[in-house]
């Protein structure tokens, strides 16, 4: 079977959110915070870039350490770490990196003269006078920034702003000159926050965090998280520092909203925070997420998925999938690891993975992975307990007529296989309590044609999946 590409799109052992994707050079780009398995909070470690060439998204390479926590002055300990982080080409046609510190409001900038090689400190975003912005009185706090050049003047968008908090008004755009670090123009609010949402069309979905920016044509998408959390939503402008207009949700990272194949309040996986970004890849678009996994909201992964524009420029909501970038549904044949797990719950459902602390135990389903962070081990889900579901999505079926998996754990009972999440029982996979992974299969025609297949633990005990395998 040819390589395909699936969700999350780099291994699984490396975990990659707030994925801003840019095309250089003919191949894709991805800079993101870096978060650590079983890390205590986000971002623990060193910035790194995976880039694939544009005609292959199956094809990741890993470009190695970009930028380490020690590099900025202010961080000679490492005691802060590197939050969200964007790149963009200034008019000297080096490679600047905008990012900030977890415990400062300031926006630090790296410079490189290649897309993914050693990124060195080069100053702060400053007003003319030599003051930092974030730090002029009047100024608020700077965070994620996103940026944009066009010609000699770069476009900065920064923000973070939670629910009831008057002191933040919402997402600013900064522009800034030639040098890459001198304002030109101060900062303007581009969409409101919260308690200054009202009559504005953002209500309920208003600005969070994550200002994420391209141009399609002659409009600017400004993408961001919502105060919701899960959701990426974006507005759409004609100028770069004014009349961004609410236009909706791109993706969810549980499938809220969505009612395609279920209702559309229910979540099918936990989630948390989002972070990403669109671009254009050899002519298709795509927007890239983050999941969270382990149980936990400090080891996300990234995602990817397919969108499309409406004729009027709006983009719908797209669903979480296993295939992804894959230009189609997956070959249903073979065998498929379980980290690729797009929807993922139990009876107990919950939006969110906890934040602030994690809440979820052992009561549910989680992909993780055995070792230490930095180990090439490959995810597997666990906590697979009675009434915990896989789903995948999507696989072209064509005579399958046994299903394998693969189970490790103190469990017995089946795992019921089935095309839609509430739908018919196609058959059981009877499973026993074991120490290692251990196959088990069964005879199960699944029907001819495009399908998603979802994996239920029915029985006692806590049940691991390693993958599933078609004939």
Request: net charge negative; hydrophobic share 30%; glycine share 10%.
């Amino acid at each position: 079977m040819d390589k395909q590409a699936l969700n999350p799109y780099l291994p699984s052992w490396e975990y990659i959110p707030d994925g801003e994707p840019h095309v250089f050079n003919d191949r894709v780009y991805v800079y993101g915070s870096h978060d650590r398995f079983n890390g205590h909070v986000f971002c623990l470690n060193d910035y790194v870039c995976w880039s694939a060439p544009v005609d292959d998204l199956a094809d990741w390479q890993y470009e190695g350490v970009i930028y380490n926590i020690t590099d900025d002055p202010l961080n000679p300990d490492g005691s802060m770490c590197l939050y969200a982080p964007d790149v963009t080409v200034g008019p000297d046609g080096r490679y600047y990196l905008y990012y900030v510190l977890d415990k400062v409001s300031i926006v630090s900038v790296a410079v490189c003269d290649t897309p993914a090689g050693k990124y060195e400190f080069y100053g702060y975003v400053r007003y003319a006078d030599g003051t930092r912005l974030g730090e002029r009185e009047g100024d608020q706090p700077q965070f994620d920034p996103g940026v944009l050049t066009e010609g000699e003047r770069t476009y900065l968008y920064t923000g973070f702003c939670a629910i009831g908090d008057k002191s933040r008004k919402g997402a600013m755009a900064t522009v800034i000159g030639p040098d890459m670090l001198t304002i030109v123009e101060e900062p303007v609010f581009v969409m409101p926050s919260q308690p200054y949402s009202k009559g504005s069309g953002y209500e309920g979905h208003e600005f969070f965090e994550a200002p994420s920016i391209r141009k399609k044509g002659d409009t600017y998408y400004l993408i961001y998280s919502s105060v919701v959390m899960h959701e990426l939503c974006y507005a759409t402008s004609q100028h770069p520092t004014q009349g961004f207009v609410y236009q909706g949700v791109i993706v969810s990272n549980n499938d809220l909203h969505i009612d395609t194949y279920k209702p559309a309040n229910k979540p099918m996986y936990y989630g948390g925070n989002n972070h990403g970004g669109i671009v254009e890849i050899s002519g298709k678009w795509y927007i890239f997420y983050h999941r969270h996994t382990n149980g936990t909201s400090f080891s996300r992964q990234g995602c990817i998925e397919p969108i499309s524009f409406r004729e009027d420029g709006t983009i719908p909501q797209v669903e979480m999938t296993s295939c992804g970038a894959n230009g189609g549904a997956l070959v249903g044949r073979g065998e498929y690891p379980a980290h690729i797990a797009c929807n993922l719950f139990c009876d107990e459902e919950d939006k969110y993975s906890g934040t602030f602390g994690a809440w979820m135990d052992g009561r549910f389903p989680k992909i993780t992975q055995d070792g230490k962070d930095g180990d090439m081990e490959i995810g597997y889900i666990a906590n697979m307990r009675d009434s915990a579901t896989a789903g995948f999505k999507y696989f072209d079926c064509n005579d399958v007529r046994k299903v394998k998996i693969k189970v490790r754990g103190y469990c017995r009972g089946t795992f019921d296989v089935k095309t839609s999440w509430n739908g018919p029982t196609l058959g059981k996979i009877e499973v026993d309590f074991t120490n290692v992974w251990k196959e088990y299969d069964a005879d199960i025609a699944i029907p001819d044609g495009i399908h998603a297949l979802y994996f239920t633990f029915t029985g006692i005990g806590n049940a691991s999946l390693a993958s599933f395998i078609l004939e």
